[in-house]
T-cell receptor, first 110, second 113 residues
């Protein structure tokens, strides 16, 4: 069966520090992968999605970037975090029938 | 890019009341539609989906949704809610042949016993 792993679950980082959140999928090949940010009252904001290695579609110009170095690995990064980057980040992979979500990462920038 | 609208972000109702949550999308072509639910402290999980065929879709836990193409809508319904239906509900849309999966802002539903 397919599983999705996202880590860390929580993260506290100082302003100006780099960020790297990792997401990996098991049990499937060539998945469509997504990064979302979830905020109360704002739903799930799509940040990036990828249909294959090295292929990244960016939704919102911001302080974040994404990379897909391997088929089942999707990384969300920042070179210098801002206070406004605080939030709950979700990784997802999609089969034709539905999307499956990771446990999420609660990022607090201090 | 397609967008998804959900209104009435906060909904409070009593047990046994009927629930209807609206979802409208902005794309005029073929779409695949989803409703997800997130119970407190849990992952998002799929309630139901529409790809083609009968526009009235039945999902888990007594939920159903109706796709009305002329209205660009996919409203979620449940005739009689229970306290355990307290959760946040998200509508999602993906354009057929595309890979951009967009979600609405969600509806926070609270069912009072």
């Amino acid at each position: 069966s397919q599983t999705i792993h996202q880590w860390p679950a929580t993260l506290v980082q100082p302003v100006g520090s780099p960020l790297s959140l990792e997401c990996t999928v098991e049990g499937t090949s060539n998945p469509n992968l997504y990064w979302y940010r979830q905020a109360a009252g704002r739903g799930l904001q799509l940040l990036f999605y990828s249909v294959g290695i090295g292929q990244i579609s960016s939704e919102v110009p911001q302080n974040l970037s994404a990379s897909r170095p391997q088929d089942r690995q999707f990384i969300l990064s920042s070179k210098k975090l801002l206070l406004s980057d605080s939030g709950f980040y979700l990784c997802a992979w999609r089969s034709r029938e539905e999307a499956f979500f990771g446990q999420g990462t609660r990022l607090t920038v201090v | 890019a397609q967008s998804v609208s959900q209104h009435n972000h906060h909904v409070i109702l009593s047990e046994a009341a009927s629930l209807e949550l609206g979802c409208n999308y902005s794309y005029g072509g073929t779409v695949n539609l989803f409703w997800y639910v997130q119970y407190p402290g849990q992952h998002l999980q799929l309630l139901l989906k529409y790809f083609s065929g009968d526009p009235l879709v039945k999902g888990i836990k007594g939920f159903e949704a109706e796709f009305i193409k002329s209205k660009f809508s996919f409203n979620l319904r449940k005739p009689s809610v229970q306290w355990s239906d307290t959760a946040e509900y998200f509508c999602a849309v993906i354009i057929y042949g595309n890979n951009r999966l967009a979600f609405g802002k969600g509806n926070q539903v609270v069912v009072i016993p």
